[in-house]
């Protein structure tokens, strides 16, 4: 079955440390890996997308892994700040009949404190 | 500013009436998307359109309906079919069919079913 596991469901860190959200998948075939952060009450805005043959892609303070391997992504987001306060999204693209279908996982809900 | 526009941003329903929500965009996206969000849940695809006067349905469209006369608006009507429209509904718009990547999404619309 088609899946996207995020983990945890939802962490809670001070402003300035540095945080790890975890994404696990079943989907196949692969096409490609893309997180997403969602302000509450808005839509989500792309943070990365990775294809298969990247294993690393920064935006900012923000940093996205792939192991295809091992089916699993993380994304790493340094010296947080109140702004990151927000839902992420991983979202895994399948090919399927000759375009994209995309699997969205739950999201992890982060909250930083001052 | 280019962007995807939803609207209404808040709308409430009583048992038994069709609503539409609008979603029009300025990026001269040949894609359009609805998609509905519950809480814990991922994303899940409604309706999506590839091209001006086509769409298909994706994987809970009993209950909706669209129509894309326009290649900028794409609009979804909740019918009373719908068994529990309770809901945060996102319209999101692409270059190409998903397979180019880059979705842009809406700030999406709440519709409460009193």
């Known amino acids: 079955k088609n899946q996207v596991e995020q983990s945890p469901q939802s962490l809670i860190i001070l402003e300035g440390k540095n945080c790890t959200l975890q994404c696990n998948y079943t989907v196949s075939p692969f096409s490609n890996l893309r997180w997403y952060k969602q302000d509450t009450g808005r839509g989500p805005v792309s943070l990365t997308i990775?294809?298969?043959?990247?294993n690393t892609k920064s935006n900012g303070r923000y940093t996205a892994t792939l192991d295809a391997d091992t089916k699993q992504s993380s994304l790493h987001i340094t010296a947080s700040q109140l702004s990151d306060s927000a839902s992420y999204i991983c979202v895994v693209s399948r090919l399927s009949g000759g375009y994209n279908k995309l699997i969205f996982g739950a999201g992890t809900r982060l909250a930083v404190h001052p | 500013d280019g962007g995807i526009t939803q609207s209404p941003k808040y709308l409430f329903r009583k048992e038994g009436q069709n609503v539409t929500l609008s979603c029009e965009q300025n990026?001269?996206?040949?894609?359009m998307y609805w998609y509905r969000q519950d809480p814990g849940q991922g994303l899940r695809l409604i309706y999506y359109s590839q091209i001006v006067n086509d769409f298909q349905k994706g994987d809970i469209a009993e209950g909706y309906s669209v129509s894309r006369e326009k290649k900028e608006s794409f609009p979804l009507t909740v019918t009373s079919a719908q068994k529990n429209p309770t809901a945060f509904y996102l319209c999101a718009s692409s270059i190409q069919g998903e397979i180019s990547g880059e979705l842009f999404f809406g700030e999406g619309s709440r519709l409460t079913v009193l």
């Open positions: 990775m294809t298969f043959s990247e």
């Open positions: 990026l001269n996206h040949d894609a």
